[in-house]
């Protein structure tokens, strides 16, 4: 079993920034591709970027691209999501997430095991 805690969020401006972090505790991440997700109020979970587990190889949601970075740390066991330029319509739970399964695109939440809790995101305009 692996346990998330994601930290970082919080209220910014339109246009401002934000780090995400991804603590991963109980095994290690290191063998295992991760991906941040998001759910705003009303709407279904979406996906926002993945990472493979050597860190070579990264995918977007074509709404955050260009804005937003996904990183790894698998010394620290830890991930990242470096968002910039932030937009009202990025407000949201953010929540990174440890893919289990390689059935289906990396976009696709059920190819994911294991949640944090998530840390809220508001951008203000």
């Known amino acids: 079993q692996v346990q998330l805690a994601e930290s970082g969020g919080g209220l910014v401006q339109a246009g401002g920034s934000l780090r995400l972090s991804c603590a991963a505790s109980?095994?290690?991440?290191?063998?295992?591709?991760m991906g941040w997700f998001r759910q705003a109020p009303g709407k279904e979970r979406e996906f926002v970027a993945h990472?493979?587990?050597?860190?070579?190889?990264?995918y977007y949601a074509d709404s955050v691209k260009g804005r937003f970075t996904i990183s790894r740390d698998n010394a620290k066991n830890m991930v990242w999501l470096q968002m910039e330029s932030l937009k009202p319509e990025d407000t949201a739970i953010y929540y990174c997430a440890v893919r289990t399964d390689y059935s289906n695109r990396y976009s696709h939440s059920a190819d994911y095991a294991y949640w944090g809790q998530g840390t809220q995101v508001t951008v203000s305009s």
């Open positions: 109980g095994r290690t991440i290191n063998n295992s591709d």
């Open positions: 990472l493979t587990w050597s860190g070579t190889s990264t």
